[in-house]
């Protein structure tokens, strides 16, 4: 199991402290969400601090990108850090372009989808992608309440991964906890992101090795 660490969450004003913190940790991944008050609700960090943030992070930089018109900003983000870098399928008018964008700049390519967009949207990009992101919450903000129906999400993606014959892994965010997460690992996801579970203790390193410990 992977565990990408959502910065979303993170304390803002002691950004590096954060990031090392999960550099001395179990965790795999930084989990970082773009956002541009257009596509979703919130804006968040951008380039800069991300390339900031890369100066110091020990491990891979998971960039989520719930933007329109990524494709505009894929060597940005390839020149700034990213090694992971997801789109969102519903804002991606030619995604097979995109997603060999990405990978012609060097980055592992990810598919975002929204928790209403149906698995099915994905069966002619899955064989071409390296993960696939489902939304448990409706993007935007963090410690939103997981939504249910995301269990019987991954079992369907899980079929279609096995289907299209697609070496994709599958990562989910929003709402994940040890309940949660241990449920999401039984039903097929590869990847978990968590933020508030994390930051919001008093002992995040702690609550990352409880994660860790999951099995799927």
């Given amino acids: 199991m992977i565990l990408s660490v959502s910065m979303l969450s993170a304390d803002f004003c002691n950004l590096q402290r954060e990031i090392e913190m999960v550099n001395a940790s179990e965790a795999d991944w930084l989990h970082l ?4 008050g257009v596509f979703v609700p919130n804006i968040t960090i951008g380039m800069p601090v991300v390339q900031q943030m890369k100066k110091h992070a020990h491990k891979p930089l998971d960039v989520h990108l ?4 990524p494709e505009k900003y894929i ?3 390839a020149k700034a850090g990213a090694d992971y870098l997801t789109v969102h399928a519903e804002v991606c008018h030619h995604l097979h372009r995109t997603v060999y964008a990405i990978k012609d700049e060097g980055m592992k390519a990810g598919v975002c ?3 209403h967009t149906p698995v099915q949207a994905l ?3 899955i064989a071409d992608t390296d993960l696939i992101l489902i939304m448990s919450v409706n993007p935007g903000f963090g410690g939103q309440k997981f939504i249910q129906s995301t269990y019987k999400k991954i079992e369907k993606l899980k079929n279609l991964v096995v289907q299209k014959n ?4 599958i990562e989910v965010d929003g709402g994940v906890n040890l309940e949660t997460g241990d449920a999401l690992l039984k ?13 919001n203790s008093t002992n995040p390193s702690h609550k990352i090795s409880q994660l860790k ?3 799927n």
């Fill in 33 to 36: 969400d773009i956002m541009d």
């Fill in 66 to 69: 719930m933007i329109v018109n």
């Fill in 75 to 77: 060597t940005a983000f």
């Fill in 113 to 115: 989808i929204n928790p």
């Fill in 123 to 125: 069966e002619e990009i």
């Fill in 166 to 169: 697609s070496k994709a892994l």
């Fill in 187 to 199: 039903h097929g996801a590869d990847i978990l992101v968590a933020g508030n579970f994390i930051f």
């Fill in 213 to 215: 410990k999951l099995t």
